[in-house]
């Protein structure tokens, strides 16, 4: 499952899942610098930063604004 960043407050994470639902994760809990709109999944008890799923998410979102805004 992957969990996309919603926002980065102090010692959390919020994180919402592919089935829309949130989780408040504290951030010693994830590696480097977390910014809102990457994507994890979460793998033998710790949250891995998805690049590829980042940026295949940001090209769709892309996509959608191009279409709606034309």
């Not at 499952?1 to 951030?27: A, H, N, P, Q, W």
């Not at 610098?33 to 793998?43: C, D, N």
């Not at 008890?45 to 191009?66: H, P, V």
């Amino acid at each position: 499952m992957f969990y996309s960043v919603d926002r980065v407050d102090d010692d959390y994470v919020t994180l919402c899942d592919d089935d829309g639902e949130t989780k408040e994760i504290r951030s010693f809990h994830f590696e480097g610098k977390v910014s809102s709109g990457q994507v994890y999944r979460f793998e033998q008890g710790k949250f891995i930063y998805d690049g590829q799923e980042t940026a295949a998410r940001r090209e769709r979102i892309r996509a959608l604004e191009k279409e709606l805004f034309k």
